[in-house]
């Protein structure tokens, strides 16, 4: 019904900089809330940035200053512009989203099947 696809990550130095995107397609009305996740082995998955419908931001104390989600309303796509990425920013990292759909008509959230990063010591 929903489907979130990722893109952007991969292999990088320390110190460089990816951005990853995420792009929402289907029966969508609005897209609410979105956020990016990431999970790295023996870590639990955590929330790192989130935007709100109507702008407003918040990240993980780790990434702050580093990393800037913003969105794009009329390709319905989130964004994660990742600078100075350190080797413990290495995770995989998902998209989700607060979508409300029609056919039918429902509030739920969705997830993208994650994308790798990768950042060398």
């Known amino acids: 019904q929903v489907q979130l696809v990722e893109s952007g990550g991969g292999l990088v130095q320390a110190g460089r900089s990816l951005r990853l995107s995420c792009a929402a397609s289907?029966?969508?009305?609005?897209?609410?809330?979105m956020g990016w996740y990431r999970h790295a082995p023996g870590n639990q998955r955590e929330l790192v940035a989130a935007?709100?419908?109507?702008?407003?931001?918040n990240y993980v104390d780790s990434v702050k200053g580093r990393l800037t989600i913003s969105r794009d309303n009329a390709k319905n796509t989130v964004y994660l512009q990742m600078n100075s990425l350190k080797p413990e920013d290495t995770a995989v990292y998902y998209c989700?989203?607060?979508?409300?759909?029609?056919?039918?008509?429902?509030?739920?959230?969705?997830w993208g099947q994650g994308t790798q990063v990768t950042v060398a010591s």
């Open positions: 989700n989203a607060g979508v409300t759909t029609n056919n039918p008509l429902r509030w739920n959230d969705y």
């Open positions: 289907g029966s969508i009305v609005s897209i609410n809330a």
């Open positions: 935007i709100t419908g109507g702008g407003t931001t």
